[in-house]
């Protein structure tokens, strides 16, 4: 059954990059196929753009961008309202494009396309307040102060993880803020982003404000990083990639927002019910399969109810059911690829053979190639990849701790900062690790912590400005002063 007979809109799945209101073949005529990672079927093609398609599609933003800019903020608002009462409107659809191509439980991929429809209807109002400043003037005779205005033209590169909500969460910053943008989807998952672009044509944004080009990562990125056209580049990703694009950006000294990778503690305090917090632990680890940037990646139990905590947690664990993500019982779908799976093997046989002991996680229960049963190991340390690198698949990964300053030693031992969990009821104990955490975004008891209002984003090598919020437009907005001098003589100047 191809892609398109699963829809009960076949328009949503389209096979071309969209550029200045059109769909567009690649000139070369080079395609790739993309497959669904829980079947390796083939689920379509997506042609490779060539370099000039992807300047023309700069060439459409810088045309497009007078006239956007110039609409009222209202105006853009109701633009953007109606983009997002489409994504609700094509709800099923959207998860169900999202889960062939990423792999996701059904029910995962509507809470993202949830979560992503929520950050256009959010920066759709926040676009309506961009105030700029009234100066106390020091300079006599003159009124100073500041207005907001769009920085120009946005590139955003987007992972595979979260197809959707990482497009939305910065396209709508910017087209709000006046902005017109170019998505480089993940190669993984271009269905999303191209579903959103036929959801924003039918919305009304006009041909150059939302564009989604296709092709050689490196290449395409190396011509938007070069282009002095392109005011500001917007990239979630890996930190080895988010490097390379922040060195590309210096030429044209360009405005970078990076949101990269994470190395989340989970930090669970004596005080804690061992089970309640071995439960809250598997759900923060878990998620699409660990391939998230909050996933819990290192799980630091104090000693005194360390072995309750992996009892409970393993218990748990076993309950979660692994396989294809259009099941409705399923919990884990599919690693994105191969090297994924072969990647987190290599990570679990690392920690095994520095003394980890494997307490679950068997293999042969896999239920296909891309499949990667949730494993338990304890007895991790800092030496061990598992502690060192994300590991980005249902890997957990626990360790004991004796008090609070050998655990934030230990929470805080990794180049990533993007986030942290702590569970405890001790509000000293809180407030301590509060403030002693480097991480940009610290969740106390709660697994739940990202949405449209929160400034998202890391500190460290986890990335650069922050995401959602009352901060997420300021990437896309440009601050000019004024100074109106000459005024005559100006009551409270
Ligand atoms: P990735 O390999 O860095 O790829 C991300 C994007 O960069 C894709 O569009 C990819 O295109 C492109 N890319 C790859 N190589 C490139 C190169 N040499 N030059 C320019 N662009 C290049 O990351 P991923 O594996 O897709 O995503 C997982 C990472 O994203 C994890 O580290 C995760 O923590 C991070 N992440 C962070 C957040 C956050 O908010 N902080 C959220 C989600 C994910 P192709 O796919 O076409 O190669």
């Known amino acids: 059954m191809t892609m398109s007979n699963k829809l009960s809109d076949p328009r949503l799945f389209r096979q071309h990059a969209y550029v200045d209101g059109k769909w567009t073949y690649g000139d070369g ?29 700069v060439d459409a933003a810088e045309k497009a961008f007078p006239q956007w800019r110039a609409l009222r903020a209202d105006e853009r ?3 953007l309202l109606a983009w ?25 991929a509507r809470g993202e396309v949830e979560y992503g429809a929520s950050f256009i209807r959010w920066f759709a109002e926040e676009g309506k307040r961009t105030f700029g400043e009234t100066i106390p003037s020091h300079i006599p005779n003159a009124a100073l102060g500041t207005i907001k205005e769009p920085v120009g033209i946005a590139a955003l590169i987007t992972p595979w993880n979260f197809p959707l909500a990482m497009i939305t969460r910065k396209a709508a910053a910017a087209m709000a803020a006046g902005c017109p943008v170019i998505v480089k989807p993940a190669g993984e998952t271009p269905f999303s982003a191209l579903a959103l672009a036929e959801l924003a044509e039918r ?15 490196a290449q395409v990125s190396k011509l938007l990083c070069d282009d002095e056209r392109v005011k500001v580049l917007s990239f979630t990703g890996s930190t080895r990639v988010g490097r390379l694009l922040l060195e590309q950006c210096a030429n044209t000294v360009k405005r970078v927002s990076l949101e990269l990778g994470g190395n989340a503690p989970f930090i669970v305090g004596p005080d804690m019910d061992p089970k309640e917090a071995a439960y809250a632990a598997v759900a923060a680890k878990f998620q699409t399969a660990g391939q998230d940037c909050l996933a819990a990646n290192r799980i630091l139990v104090h000693e005194s109810i360390h072995d309750d905590f992996v009892e409970h947690f393993a218990e748990r664990m076993s309950a979660l059911t692994v396989g294809n993500g259009l099941n409705s019982e399923v919990d884990l779908g599919p690693l994105i690829h191969g090297q994924a799976v072969d990647k987190a093997a290599q990570i679990v046989d690392d920690a095994i053979s520095q003394g980890a002991t494997l307490v679950a996680g068997d293999q042969s229960q896999a239920p296909g190639p891309n499949f990667f049963m949730p494993v338990l190991l304890t007895g991790v340390t800092p030496k061990m990849k598992v502690w060192r690198e994300e590991n980005f698949a249902p890997v957990a990964g626990v360790t004991a701790y004796s008090d609070d300053d050998q655990v934030i030693e230990m929470a805080n031992d990794t180049e990533y900062g993007l986030a942290a969990y702590v569970y405890t009821h001790d509000i000293r104990r809180i407030w301590k690790l509060l403030r002693a955490l480097e991480y940009g975004m610290v969740s106390v008891n709660s697994v739940k912590m990202t949405g449209p209002p929160i400034p998202f984003g890391g500190v460290k090598q986890s990335g650069l400005g922050r995401e959602g919020g009352t901060s997420g437009i300021e990437e896309y907005l440009e601050t000019k002063y004024y100074c109106l001098g000459s005024l005559g003589s100006v009551s409270g100047s």
């Open 29 to 57: 005529g080079r395609e790739e196929a993309v497959n669904d990672p829980a079947t390796g079927e083939v689920l379509g093609h997506i042609p490779w753009l060539e370099a000039d398609q992807i300047r023309s599609a």
């Open 77 to 79: 608002c109701e633009r």
């Open 84 to 108: 997002y009462d489409l994504l609700q409107a094509n709800r099923e659809d959207l998860a169900t494009i999202m889960t062939l191509e990423q792999g996701k439980p059904l029910s995962d």
């Open 203 to 217: 919305a009304g944004i006009p041909a150059g404000i939302f564009n989604v080009v296709l092709g050689e990562a």
